[in-house]
């Protein structure tokens, strides 16, 4: 047993109780214990008031939580982990000021009425449990701000998650969001979505394993959704209604094999950070052409053979990157239009050309383009490369009154592309 004045940690026998009487704790955490009588003992004899965190994890035995938990009128966390099953006392209506709670790997659990009384509460946690029963009384937990769902079997919700209008975030793993009862429409403030398919530990062969994931109809009143996270996910179904989703501001989609974006992305104008990272993508659809706001973008990893003239809509791009296209052997004269670009990440093994419009590009970073040799005599031209164009913010800045001079709507073969450096210098 080791404690401090804010922490105590039991992970073993509980000799002397009387040690920490009176002490000023704050978090209260117990670990591989067997003995649920002493656990309880340990509650029951406590004149404790001021535990604010409160954390069960692998206590086999453990059923139930003694009813001297009343006296814990500051709790603010609670954490139930690999518990077996467990129920809550209806004490536990003294827990006003909870505002988080955590369950995870729980194989059934009971929760008495009384939670209503947790009107402050504001996140829960639900992962890898397999029997979960909330009762209507969830409806008072209207302050609820962040909801994480891992791998419930059976998804239960109740309709009054309806009342849980003040839903920020959401994030589901190894949970499809086409399962979700229809009374997620009623989350209208919702602004950040996370779905994952992260690898599970458990034997279970719910279907929320899947690897293709489909949206409900009730989506489109999501219209406050800003960040869209989508991980390990082999096939997403994206329907007519994400056109609702106006005000996305950033949509990652790590590890999604999708070879065809939705045409709706083209309502998306919000979007600032865009990741089509390992998407198999051939071209560039065009709809990308209205994303004007567009700051961020990865395209890395496809097999991309051209950036098509439209891109010179990207006007507040700052950063781009276009690694491992090895198809990809010039850019279009348009990035001219790319006056607030700063970072161009582009392996360059394959770089036949280059257009002159790159000197308009005056925010560029001094090491703005990267490469990777196959063998030495490519890493030399590879190097060779990657020095002239790493000069080129102090060519655009030393040399921007002579610019003018030169033709910058041309798009030459590298070699000449250094010739007009030379003549620069000289």
């Known amino acids: 047993?080791?404690?401090?004045?804010?922490?105590?940690?039991?992970?073993?026998?509980?000799?002397?109780?009387?040690?920490?009487?009176?002490?000023?704790?704050?978090?209260?955490?117990?670990?591989?214990?067997?003995?649920?009588?002493?656990?309880?003992?340990?509650?029951?004899?406590?004149?404790?008031?001021?535990?604010?965190?409160?954390?069960?994890?692998?206590?086999?035995?453990?059923?139930?939580?003694?009813?001297?938990?009343?006296n814990w009128t500051n709790l603010r966390e609670l954490c139930l982990?690999?518990?077996?099953?467990?129920?809550?006392?209806?004490?536990?209506?003294?827990?006003?000021?909870?505002?988080?709670?955590?369950?995870?790997?729980?194989?059934?659990?009971?929760?008495p009425k009384h939670i209503k009384y947790w009107t402050n509460l504001n996140t829960l946690e639900l992962n890898n449990i397999?029997?979960?029963?909330?009762?209507?009384?969830?409806?008072?937990?209207?302050?609820?701000?962040t909801l994480e769902l891992n791998q419930i079997n059976p998804l239960d919700l109740p309709k009054n998650i309806k009342y849980w209008t003040q839903l920020n975030t959401l994030e589901l793993d190894r949970i499809n969001p086409i399962d979700l009862p229809s009374n997620i429409r009623y989350w209208t403030d919702l602004t950040t979505l996370g779905?994952?398919?992260?690898?599970?530990?458990?034997?279970?062969?719910?279907?929320s394993n899947s690897n293709s994931i489909s949206f409900p109809k009730h989506i489109k009143y999501w219209t406050n959704l800003s960040t869209l996270f989508i991980s390990d996910i082999k096939f997403v179904n994206f329907p007519k209604y994400v056109k609702y989703w106006t005000n996305l501001q950033t949509l990652w989609l790590m590890n999604v094999n999708i070879i065809h974006l939705p045409?709706?992305?083209?309502?998306?104008?919000?979007?600032?950070?865009l990741d089509l990272s390992n998407k198999q993508l051939k071209t560039i659809p065009p709809e990308l052409k209205y994303l004007n706001k567009l700051e961020w973008i990865d395209l890395s990893n496809n097999h991309l053979t051209e950036l098509p003239l439209e891109v010179k809509s990207w006007t507040n791009l700052k950063s781009i990157l276009l690694n491992h296209n090895e198809n990809l052997t010039t850019l279009p004269i348009t990035i001219a239009y790319w006056r607030q670009v700063e970072y161009i990440s582009l392996h360059f093994?394959?770089?036949?050309?280059?257009?002159?419009?790159?000197?308009?590009?005056?925010?560029?970073?001094?090491?703005i383009i990267f490469f990777s040799g196959r063998n030495s005599f490519e890493n030399s031209v590879a190097c060779i490369r990657y020095y002239v164009l790493s000069r080129l913010?102090?060519?655009?800045?030393?040399?921007?009154?002579?610019?003018?001079?030169?033709?910058?709507?041309?798009?030459?073969?590298?070699?000449?592309?250094?010739?007009?450096?030379?003549?620069?210098?000289?």
């Open 393 to 426: 913010k102090y060519l655009i800045n030393k040399y921007s009154i002579n610019r003018r001079s030169y033709n910058l709507n041309q798009v030459l073969p590298f070699d000449r592309f250094v010739c007009h450096l030379i003549a620069l210098y000289e």
């Open 349 to 367: 093994d394959n770089l036949i050309s280059l257009p002159l419009s790159v000197f308009r590009l005056t925010k560029l970073k001094p090491y």
């Open 263 to 273: 045409k709706e992305i083209k309502y998306w104008t919000n979007l600032t950070s």
């Open 195 to 207: 779905i994952y398919n992260h690898p599970s530990n458990s034997n279970s062969n719910s279907n």
């Open 1 to 70: 047993m080791i404690f401090d004045q804010i922490r105590l940690d039991v992970t073993g026998p509980i000799n002397d109780w009387s040690r920490v009487k009176n002490t000023q704790l704050y978090q209260v955490n117990f670990a591989d214990i067997n003995e649920e009588v002493e656990i309880n003992e340990m509650i029951a004899s406590s004149d404790i008031k001021d535990w604010t965190k409160f954390r069960l994890i692998s206590i086999d035995k453990i059923t139930s939580i003694p009813t001297e938990v009343q």
């Open 81 to 111: 982990s690999n518990i077996n099953s467990i129920i809550l006392p209806s004490n536990i209506k003294y827990w006003t000021c909870i505002y988080k709670l955590e369950l995870y790997n729980i194989n059934s659990i009971i929760f």
């Open 130 to 145: 397999n029997h979960i029963k909330l009762p209507p009384q969830i409806k008072y937990w209207t302050r609820l701000n």
